[in-house]
Every structure is written in structure tokens, then in C-alpha cells.
């Protein structure tokens, strides 16, 4: 699932640090499964996601958040990518299995 792709990241982040030697003391397992994917995501991007999820379209959350349409669907491809998903109807569904939106 999408939770491999944070494991590898996270596990590249931890190479870099021991590399530089700036190994950090490692974070406790998450309490539930995805709980650590909020990390990938930018406050901004989480908040274009809640606002997908919602509905809305790239145009109506570039007025509602005050920023311009590309910033928007910038925004949108790069949750996207790092969800490893198709499309934003699989980004949704991703999104609550890893519970990082509320039904």
C-alpha cells in the first residue's frame, strides 16, 4: 500500500542522518497505521486535500484560501505524487484509510 512509500522515505531520511552524522533519536512506532503520513504533506497541501474532499474545485479553493489557481493545482499534483495516487477520487479514498480525513 502507500504506507511503503513513507517507510522508504523515512528510512532514506534516517540514512542521511547517520551519514551526516546527525542521527536523531528514533520517533515511537505510530499508534495506528498511516498516523505518520501527515509528515509527507505540507499544512498547506493537507488543507487542499480537506478542501478537495469536500468538494470544492481548484478554482473555488484558490478563492476560498486567497491564492492563485496554478498554487492550487500545484498543490493538488504534489498530494498526488506523494499519495502515489492516479487520480484525486483515489487520493480521497487513500486520504481516510490512512485517516487523514474524518468521515
Known sequence: MRVSLV?????????????LGQLAPQPSLPERPGAHIPQLLSSREIEVLQLIAAGKTTRAIAEE????????ATH???IIQKLEAENTAAVIRTAYRL???KE
Not at 517507510?7 to 551519514?19: C, G, K, P
Not at 484560501?65 to 492550487?72: A, Q, Y
Request: zero cysteines; proline letters at 0%; charged letters at 20%.
Open 99 to 101: 485517516g487523514l480525513l
Open 7 to 19: 517507510l522508504r522515505v523515512q528510512s532514506r531520511f534516517l540514512r542521511q542522518q547517520v551519514i
Open 76 to 78: 493538488r499534483a504534489h
Open 65 to 72: 484560501l486567497g491564492i492563485s489557481f496554478k498554487t492550487v
